[in-house]
C-alpha cells in the first residue's frame, strides 16, 4: 500500500540554525500539507500545496517557515532559524481529493 | 471560530467493554469530518471520512457516524491493541485545511 514517508525520523539541532524536513508524498497525489504537533498538544496545520504553489497556511507559517517541490517526488519543510518552540513532531501529509494520509513524522528537538 | 472538541479526554475499557467516543464541532459549511488513529511517536492513520448528516462507515470494530452537530466512533467489543489515541478533524469552507480535535486517549485492558 502507498505511503508518505519522511526524512529525517529525528533531528536535533541548534538554535538559529536552518533545518530542512524532507516528505515523499504519495505518488498519485496532488496536495500537500505540512502539520505539527508540539508535545501534548493538538495537530495543528501548517501549509497546503498545490500546482506547485501554496495555497494555504496558518499563523503559524510566518517568514521563517518556507516549502518547496525541488523535483517530482520530494516536498520539502525549511525552517530558516530554528527557536526552541519550535521544536516538535512535525508531519507531512498527502491526499487525491479530501482525505488525507499522513507520513510517520519528523522529531525536532532545537536546543 | 471554528471549533472541534474531543469526549472524553480518556478513555479505560476492559476487553470486550464496548462504548462510544464524541467529537462535537461548530464549524460553517463541513466539507469532511475525518478520525484518525495515533499511536505515540506516530502520523496519524487514517480512518474514516465522513461527507454528510446520517452518513455512517464502518471498518472491523470500529463504527464512525456523524450528525450536523456531531459525530461518533463507536468501538464494539475492543481489544488491547485498539488502545491508541483516537483524533477528530472537520474540513470547512473553501479550505482544505484540517482542524484537529486534542483527541481521545484509550487504553483497552485485558
Known amino acids: 500500500e502507498p505511503e508518505v514517508t519522511q526524512t529525517p525520523s529525528h533531528q536535533v539541532t541548534q538554535m538559529g540554525q536552518e533545518v530542512i524536513l524532507r516528505c515523499v508524498p504519495i505518488?498519485?497525489?496532488?496536495?500537500f500539507y505540512w502539520y505539527r504537533q508540539i508535545l501534548g498538544q493538538k495537530v495543528e496545520f501548517l501549509v497546503s500545496f498545490y500546482n506547485n504553489e501554496i495555497s494555504e497556511k496558518s499563523e503559524i507559517f510566518d517568514d521563517q517557515f518556507s516549502v518547496e517541490r525541488p523535483d517530482g517526488s520530494n516536498f520539502t519543510l525549511k525552517i530558516r532559524s530554528t527557536k526552541l518552540e519550535d521544536s516538535a513532531m512535525y508531519f507531512c501529509?498527502?491526499?487525491?481529493?479530501?482525505?488525507?494520509?499522513f507520513g510517520p513524522g519528523t522529531r525536532l528537538l532545537v536546543l | 471560530e471554528d471549533q472541534v472538541t474531543q469526549s472524553p479526554e480518556a478513555l479505560r475499557l476492559q476487553e470486550g467493554e464496548s462504548s462510544s467516543l464524541n467529537c462535537s464541532y461548530t464549524?460553517?459549511?463541513?466539507?469532511?469530518l475525518f478520525w484518525y488513529r495515533q499511536d505515540p511517536g506516530k502520523g496519524p492513520e487514517f480512518l474514516f471520512t465522513l461527507y454528510s448528516a446520517g452518513e455512517e462507515k464502518e471498518k472491523e470494530r470500529l463504527k464512525a457516524t456523524l450528525t450536523k452537530k456531531e459525530s461518533f466512533l463507536h468501538i464494539t467489543a475492543p481489544k488491547p491493541e485498539d488502545s491508541a489515541t483516537y483524533l477528530c478533524?472537520?474540513?470547512?469552507?473553501?479550505?482544505?485545511?484540517?482542524?484537529f480535535g486534542a483527541g481521545t486517549r484509550l487504553t483497552v485492558k485485558p
Open positions: 478533524a472537520v474540513q470547512a469552507g473553501n479550505n482544505n485545511d484540517m482542524r
Open positions: 505518488s498519485n497525489h496532488l496536495y
Open positions: 464549524v460553517s459549511g463541513l466539507r469532511g
Open positions: 501529509a498527502s491526499s487525491e481529493l479530501r482525505t488525507q494520509y
